[in-house]
């Protein structure tokens, strides 16, 4: 059955109440990097309400983009929910109720029309201020009703717009009045009449969406095309658990680091992902028969992408000397040649790192633990030998003895050293600094300490004491 989830807060308050009779789940307000947490599948459908915007990070519009792009149904209304549908509804996000509709013609633009200072869920977001898209709808009313003239109230909005959210509440109405020239005797009344007659356009709303959701629709038959970028690749990443960040001793892209530099059987893993990889991708690309070799196959779907032809012409090779040592030129077959090739130019897409693609298969791995255990003893060595100078860290160790480290651990002359690395999935020599500067004391004094095994179960850990 499909999933039906519902971010509210402040504005439908009693949410979970009012959707006890059916199978919709409620969330608290929605903020950047909880949609790529949910795990959906096509025909879920995601309603939005309320959002962080202030105390976190906004809800991004690529990460309900993707959403699309999977084929989640996407709905908002509200709030945070209005002012999304109002920006992406030509992707196909769906736009409810009234407040969303002044948005998308262009009756309201300011983003704090619905803004709210408001309490904790334990005290049910308890309103703090008043938004001022229910204020205008109140002050329409009340001139309605005779109490007031349209263009007093439009003074009124002209002082209340430029006053900060938090301040804006029906209490203050005397203060904003005397800063637009009211009567303060119509300013109290006025003031009255909302506090007795408030309408909340936003509980309105968010009721019919989540009325809305209650009903099934059927999924479109074109969603978007989403491009991953590196921002949306980074956000999916930390949201599925890898953590990818850009310190090494952040989340678990410091251990694959470990792993990348120290495990002398990372090459050949590394490989193994690669041709993985690309031959998954000439099945779905290429309509190819599902491998019975991946390094073959991968072979394959490089001629698809017109990088050579097969069989391979050496006049037509001369790009793989980039590519390649001379030695590897002169000894290994062409299509070893080329194999080699794929591996050290791979990337996900232009732009984009790949990280992913190993950690996923690095985690299930007995030694992914006593990686990790190496990132922390690294990184006691250097808090314990900068802790002497605080005006130095990591960053000011000597890129060449760096370079000079790994070109000995690794058996290989400095002018191979890059290519090396992009055995190991490091992309250039600056990559390789920037991986190695957090080890490089821990390598250098205690280089039985840093060592791995990415397959072997019983690989050496790292869980001594450094000297």
């Keep these: 059955m499909p999933r039906r989830l519902l971010f509210a807060g402040p504005s439908l308050p ?10 919709i789940e409620v969330l608290p307000p929605v903020a950047a990097g909880d949609l790529p947490r949910l795990s959906l599948a096509p025909g879920d459908a995601v309603g939005i309400v309320d959002g962080y915007f202030h105390q976190v990070g906004t809800v991004r519009h690529k990460e309900i983009l993707a959403l699309l792009g999977e084929g989640v149904r996407v709905l908002g209304a509200a709030s945070m929910g209005a002012l999304r549908a109002a920006e992406l509804d030509v992707f196909g996000m769906e736009g409810i109720g ?34 001022l898209v229910c204020m205008r709808a109140t002050f329409s009313q009340a001139v309605a009703a005779g109490v007031c003239d349209s263009e007093t109230i439009a003074r009124l909005v002209a002082v209340l717009a430029c006053w900060p959210f938090g301040r804006r509440s029906y209490d203050g109405l005397a203060a904003a009045g005397r800063e637009a020239g009211i009567d303060p005797k119509l300013a109290r009344e006025i003031g009255q009449y909302c506090v007795a007659h408030r309408l909340d356009p936003k509980r309105s709303d968010a009721i019919l969406l989540l009325d809305a959701l209650r009903h099934e629709r059927p999924t479109p038959l074109d969603p978007p095309t989403v491009n991953r970028t590196s921002f949306l690749y980074l956000w999916q990443t930390a949201a599925s658990g890898l953590e990818i960040g850009d310190s090494p001793h952040q989340g678990h892209l410091g251990a694959l680091r470990a792993c990348q530099l120290f495990a002398a059987d990372y090459p050949s893993f590394h490989r193994g992902v690669i041709f993985r990889a690309l031959a998954a991708k000439c099945v779905e690309e290429c309509g190819s028969e599902p491998p019975a070799d991946d390094a073959e196959t991968a072979l394959r779907h490089g001629e698809h992408r017109g990088l050579y032809r097969l069989p391979a012409d050496p006049a037509r090779l001369a790009f793989l000397a980039q590519w390649l040592t001379a030695a590897e030129r002169e000894t290994l ?3 070893a040649q080329l194999l080699t090739f794929l591996v050290r130019s791979f990337r996900v897409n232009p732009g984009l790192t790949w990280e992913e693609l190993p950690l996923r298969q690095l985690r299930e791995k007995p030694s992914w633990e006593d990686a990790r255990r ?25 890129h060449e003895k760096i370079l000079d480290l790994f070109a000995d651990r690794w058996g ?4 191979e050293l890059e290519l090396a690395a992009m055995d190991r999935g490091l992309e250039s020599l600056d990559s390789l600094v920037m991986a190695g500067r957090a080890f490089y004391l821990l390598a250098r004094y205690n280089p039985n300490l840093a060592r791995l095994t990415v397959e072997a179960a019983d690989a050496p850990t790292a869980s001594r004491s450094a000297s």
């Design 412 to 415: 290989v002359a400095r002018d």
């Design 14 to 23: 009693d949410a979970a109440e009012l959707a006890r009779d059916s199978d």
């Design 374 to 398: 190496l990132v922390r003893l690294a990184w006691e060595v250097n808090d314990r030998v900068f802790a002497e100078d605080q005006e130095r860290d990591v960053n000011d160790l000597s």
């Design 98 to 131: 009234r407040i969303y509709a002044d948005y998308r013609d262009g009756r309201l633009e300011a983003d704090d029309e619905v803004t709210l200072l408001h309490s904790t869920p334990e005290e049910d977001y308890r309103p703090l201020s008043e938004p």
């Design 333 to 335: 077959p062409r299509s």
